[in-house]
């Protein structure tokens, strides 16, 4: 059935307009508490799998993508579930039971002092989050197709039209709250000595608990506890085995050569299975193939909680003096558009364009969304190149000065020692200045392949007839050097590639005593400690979250503050026993990006109307063009959709770590994605341009079947419940 038809022409209505159902009330309040547990635990899930259970960026995401996935395979088994066994309310209910115990068992991974090593915490959060998955997965499908059900139609086929937008606002309502509590308690409550998730978590879980008894309230006193639909024994085996038992022994029959003058290949199976069956099974063939281009736009939609908050961790995210936007409310802005968008596009937009004869389709409209995608990410990858570190090639070397005295000094270079700019051509100047307690890197400088040792001499303003110090630096391809001036003498640092930002944009610091014997320093944030363990006056890179750190020294107390920001590689020089704030130098090895995170709301802007285009059509043509016995089983099979989605996004990027084709270079793989989704999008259209194409003889003599049964029905005195053309229809609105 061609879907501009559905869109175009509705049957007017008969009889006086009916009021909305008061158990989609119900469905939508109950969705709304569910998907905000659900964006909570799982939209930082990444972040709280790299911090808290030690996983790295990229096997977080690929983990994510893995167990997203899985969510997303189950509606399949729900919907055989709620239409063949249990019926719609009752499995919704059971879900949401083991959907608040899935919680809880994730919230106690996050309680440290219970878990007995990090291994214990990943068993526990693994655990935890399959359980509410699955559940989540098993009801997920149901649930919209259960608020759907609610409405008669055809008399309210706008209204449930307009029940998918309300149905998707509540989805994103739910998505924005969930995910900005997580990350605002995440960020400014501290228990356990380190940033606390076990809080929000668990009034998550009681939320959850809330939102099962909206839902169980939803029944009313006096309701059937299954649809006659949708109960048990609607059938002698469900309906997704009785369709592929016909579609294989269709495929058997065409292999043997049997009845060749069948107008479809499923035809073939008329000897077995009855005619309406058959029928379904052409429809739902037609509309899988289209979905069979749906997974690669999931596959750049579900970066807005993997890539993007990464992306979002090498940004700026400071506002004014002391607040800083924690890394993962950068996908709240998806959800907070959404709630905008939707309104706009349903009381707006699309009346506007209609009147315009301009996306009047839901097909269309999906057309456009995925192209959205494809804009979205081209600036995905444009703000990626924008913060992309500048690698040193084999042949050059960088010196990086810290100018730890209490003056200016100046360096000296060897005549043999060639700078050479960005354009690649070699520079004439010989004398760099440094001020008081500032630092300059040097261009890079040629070397050969071998390590180089250079002599480079010192004068410092504060030095009595600033005599020339002279001090031997190494310099290695690829590698950058250090020098260190204190009022000790120049300490050179040998090469090292830690000048490299860190693959999970975290911040990287070394700490560097200049004077005394001392064993260990520890950086110290309100209850969190990290301690440095020194050797010959150096220690380690180790990796910190950002925060404003006080700096101790054994005995000698607090002799400073070190303030280091998310994805920077920084040098903490310690001068000794100073007083607060002057004991301390902070040197930016590598400075973090000075690009803000506001940069990062043109690409979600374009990709969330681009959902709005794509995944609530998806949603309405995936109903309306989905038989009546088969409704539950084909929006199963939308949401199967993003589960090859985020596989086939997990399977990208366990290709791309493995190889590292897109090590510190974010961009190539965007515009990779962009064009990929570009070819999928002409894909896309030529399949619809065949499912259009369908004979309108074909067409109208499945109208006319329908047409037939409703008429017959209404001849046996049915009841306004049977006679309609939603099966589902409860008909005092209960849940």
Excluded at 319 to 336: A, C, F, H, K
Excluded at 413 to 422: A, I, N, Q, S, T
Aim: net charge negative.
């Amino acid at each position: 059935m061609r879907d501009e038809a559905r869109m175009s022409s509705p049957r007017p209505p008969v009889g006086p307009p009916l009021k909305y159902p008061r158990g989609a009330f119900f469905i939508l309040a109950g969705y709304l508490l569910e998907r905000f547990v659900y964006y909570g635990l799982f939209g930082g899930a990444v972040f709280y799998m790299q911090r808290m259970l030690g996983f790295s960026s990229s096997s977080a995401s690929t983990v994510k993508a893995v167990m997203e996935g899985l969510i997303y395979l189950a509606p399949i088994a729900g919907a055989i579930l709620a239409d063949t066994y249990l019926g719609k309310a009752r499995t919704v209910f059971i879900m949401c039971c083991c959907y608040t115990v899935g919680a809880l068992i994730y919230s106690l991974s996050s309680a440290t002092p219970i878990m007995a090593s990090v291994d214990a915490a990943k068993v526990t959060g693994i655990s935890g989050l399959l359980v509410l998955g699955i559940a989540a997965g098993l009801m997920k499908a149901v649930y919209s197709s259960l608020g759907a059900d609610q409405f008669k139609v055809p008399e309210q086929r706008e209204q449930q039209q307009r029940f998918f937008y309300a149905f998707y606002w509540m989805i994103n309502a739910g998505a924005f709250l969930g995910q900005f509590m997580t990350a605002q308690l995440r960020d400014t409550v501290q228990c356990f000595g380190d940033d606390c998730y076990l809080l929000p978590y668990l009034i998550l879980v009681g939320f959850m608990a809330v939102s099962t008894t909206i839902f169980a309230l939803a029944k009313a006193p006096n309701a059937p506890p299954l649809n006659p639909q949708e109960g048990p024994g609607t059938s002698s085996a469900p309906m997704l085995l009785r369709a592929m038992r016909c579609v294989t022994h269709a495929v058997r029959r065409k292999w043997d050569g049997a009845d060749d003058k069948a107008a479809h290949w499923v035809d073939r199976a008329r000897d077995r299975f009855d005619g309406d069956l058959i029928r379904d099974v052409k429809i739902t063939l037609r509309v899988l193939l289209l979905f069979c281009t749906y997974p690669l736009f999931w596959a750049l939609f579900y970066q807005t909680s993997t890539g993007m908050i990464f992306q979002a961790k090498r940004l700026d995210g400071r506002v004014g003096e002391s607040y800083r936007i924690p890394p993962e409310m950068s996908s709240t802005i998806n959800p907070l558009l959404i709630l905008t968008l939707i309104p706009l596009f349903d009381q707006v937009i699309y009346p506007l364009l209609g009147r315009l004869g301009v996306l009047t389709s839901t097909t269309s409209r999906m057309i456009a969304g995925m192209a959205f995608a494809v804009s979205s990410f081209i600036v995905y990858a444009l703000v990626n190149m924008s913060v992309e570190q500048t690698l040193i090639p084999s042949t050059h070397a960088r010196l990086h000065v810290y100018n730890a005295l209490p003056c200016e000094a100046a360096l000296h270079l060897p005549p043999e020692l060639h700078l050479v700019d960005e354009a690649g051509e070699r520079m004439a100047k010989k004398e760099l200045m440094i001020p008081l307690a500032g630092q300059v890197a040097l261009p890079e400088v040629e070397v050969g392949g071998a390590a180089q040792k250079v002599e480079v001499q010192v004068s410092k303003s504060c030095a009595a007839g600033g005599d020339l110090t002279p001090v031997q630096v190494v310099l290695l391809g690829a590698h950058e050097s250090s020098l260190v001036l204190t009022a000790a003498g120049p300490r050179p640092l040998a090469p090292s590639l830690e000048y490299l930002k860190n693959e999970d944009a975290e911040a990287k610091v070394r700490v560097i005593v200049v004077e005394g014997d001392v064993a260990e320093v520890t950086l110290k944030y309100e209850t969190q400690e990290e301690k440095f363990p020194i050797t010959d006056g150096l220690s380690e890179f180790q990796i910190l979250s950002p925060k404003p750190y006080e700096v101790m020294v054994g005995g000698a107390g607090v002799v400073g503050a070190a303030n280091v920001f998310q994805d920077g590689v920084y040098d903490v020089v310690v001068l000794g026993g100073a007083g607060e704030d002057e004991g301390v130098r902070v040197f930016p090895m590598t400075a973090p990006s000075s690009v803000h995170m506001g940069w990062l709301f043109p690409q979600y802007f374009l990709l969330t109307v681009g959902e709005v285009l794509f995944s609530v059509s998806g949603m309405d043509f995936a109903y309306s063009e989905a038989p009546a016995a088969m409704k539950s089983i084909l929006q199963a099979a939308n949401l199967f959709t993003i589960t090859v989605g985020l596989w086939l996004f997990a399977g990208l990027k366990a290709i791309s770590s493995a190889t590292r084709a897109f090590e510190h270079r974010a961009s190539h793989e965007a515009l990779l994605y962009a064009g990929l989704m570009a070819a999928n999008t002409i894909i896309f259209t030529l399949l619809l341009r065949w499912y259009n194409s369908v004979p309108k003889e074909d067409a109208l003599e499945e109208k006319g079947e329908e047409r037939k049964d409703a008429e017959k029905r209404a001849e046996a005195g049915a009841t306004a419940k049977d006679a309609h053309d939603n099966p589902g229809f409860v008909e005092d609105h209960a849940v």
